[in-house]
């Protein structure tokens, strides 16, 4: 069975200081890890993912996460909050299904509060 | 803007109604996705499409739901006789396929039953 927790529900930071978003896994395969950002009121935006190539995986606007296999974690970092990266932020976990489907198992998600 | 759309973005309807979401994926994407998201949780899976045959169906998808993808574009999800626990925002994803699988999500429906 696949599952992901999402230690904090909520983050808050000063902008300019760093980001930390903590994400553990379970999955019987090697996985594939996502994180996806969400603002208000918005779909969803993939950040980046981690499919078994580096352990360190970059994504989009300044953000990275690195699978730790023994750890089964896949935490999201960023050195320097921005006010604009206040948002809900996802962390999943995914498998392929017997149909083709990439199925994918979301976190509860954290909410990350950048104060000024 | 070529990612995924939804209309309409907002719904507000009385119990009993009908109400019916449409999603137009990204253009090529033979893989679709619908989803529902309730207030402080992640997007929950309710079906998926590869072209024009619905493959998986989630157990949360009771009978007052229905999906359908006539032509391999475009989606509808139709909710008949809607509860009010049905309040949720209905999210849609498309993939491109086989090798490319990463989903690309569309900014969602928010329903609201009175």
């Known amino acids: 069975a696949q599952s992901v927790t999402q230690l904090d529900s909520h983050v808050s930071v000063s902008e300019g200081t760093p980001v930390l978003l903590r994400c553990n896994y379970s999955s019987s395969y090697s996985p594939s890890l996502f994180w996806y950002v969400q603002h208000p009121n918005k779909g969803l935006q993939l950040l980046l993912k981690y499919t078994s190539a580096a352990t360190l995986v970059k994504g989009i606007n300044g953000f990275e996460a690195e699978f730790k296999k023994s750890e089964t974690s896949f935490h999201l970092t960023k050195p320097s909050a921005h006010m604009s990266d206040a948002a809900e932020y996802f962390c999943v976990v995914s498998f392929y299904m017997d149909t083709g489907r990439r199925a994918l198992t979301f976190g509860s998600g954290t909410r990350l509060q950048v104060q000024p | 803007d070529t990612g995924v759309s939804q209309d309409p973005r907002h719904k507000i309807t009385k119990r009993g109604q009908n109400v019916t979401f449409r999603c137009d994926p990204i253009s090529e994407h033979n893989r679709l996705y619908w989803y529902r998201q309730t207030l402080g949780q992640g997007p929950e899976f309710l079906t998926y499409f590869q072209n024009e045959a619905q493959l998986e169906k989630s157990r949360l998808l009771s009978d007052r739901f229905s999906a359908e993808r006539p032509k391999g574009s475009f989606s509808t999800l139709e909710i008949q006789r809607t509860e009010q626990g049905d309040s949720a925002m209905y999210l849609c994803?498309?993939?491109?396929?086989?090798?490319?699988?990463?989903?690309?999500f569309g900014p969602g429906t928010r329903l609201l039953v009175l």
């Open positions: 994803a498309s993939s491109p396929g086989q090798s490319q699988e990463t989903q690309y």
